[in-house]
């Protein structure tokens, strides 16, 4: 009897070890959707199109950036544009620097939500903060950025609040 508790100890220990593996070499959405919004915020500090336009949908929904007022959208037709307005905005954030603060993120299905604040920070200025709400699709095994939304621009005081 003894040796048959020692044998389903072992087993237990095993299977454990086998569950806890698994779990460490599978990687879940929001530990997907997270490596996106780094591999964003690093293409986009360093105005690399090349690495930012594969994150984004242009195949299926397309790509829309709302800030304020301004609403456009881009499909892959309008591959051009899209890189044009992309390398203006790395213009703007020429010598700075880009951190996504308290990201949170919302999955629900084949489609998401990351909620963070961007924060544009320059030698001698105050930092620049700005809530976004980045909307996502699952495409395979990835996801793709179908919307930027910047909810408002907000000073570094109120980033902090």
């Given at each position: 009897?003894?040796?048959v508790?020692?044998?389903?100890?072992?087993?237990?220990?095993?299977?454990?070890?086998?569950?806890?593996?698994?779990?460490l070499l599978v990687e879940t959405d929001e530990e997907r959707i997270e490596k996106?919004?780094?591999e964003m915020r690093t293409a986009a500090a360093a105005s690399d199109t090349d690495r930012l336009v594969?994150?984004?949908?242009?195949?299926?929904?397309?790509?829309?950036?709302?800030i304020g007022r301004d609403h456009d959208h881009f499909d892959a037709s309008e591959l051009d544009l899209l890189e044009e307005r992309l390398s203006e905005a790395g213009e703007w954030l020429h010598d700075g620097s880009l951190q996504?603060?308290?990201p949170t993120?919302?999955?629900?299905?084949?489609?998401?939500?990351?909620?963070f604040r961007l924060v544009l920070r320059r030698d001698g200025d105050p930092d620049e903060s700005v809530p976004v709400d980045l909307a996502?699709?699952?495409?395979?095994?990835?996801?793709?950025?179908?919307?930027?939304?910047a909810l408002s621009r907000a000073s570094s005081?109120?980033?902090r609040r």
């Open positions: 009897m003894r040796r508790a020692i044998y389903a100890v072992v087993l237990a220990l095993a299977g454990g070890a086998v569950a806890i593996g698994i779990d996106l919004l780094d594969p994150l984004l949908d242009l195949d299926g929904d397309g790509f829309q950036i709302d996504l603060e308290s993120i919302d999955i629900q299905g084949d489609r998401a939500h990351a909620y996502l699709r699952r495409v395979g095994d990835d996801w793709r950025v179908t919307r930027f939304r005081r109120s980033a």
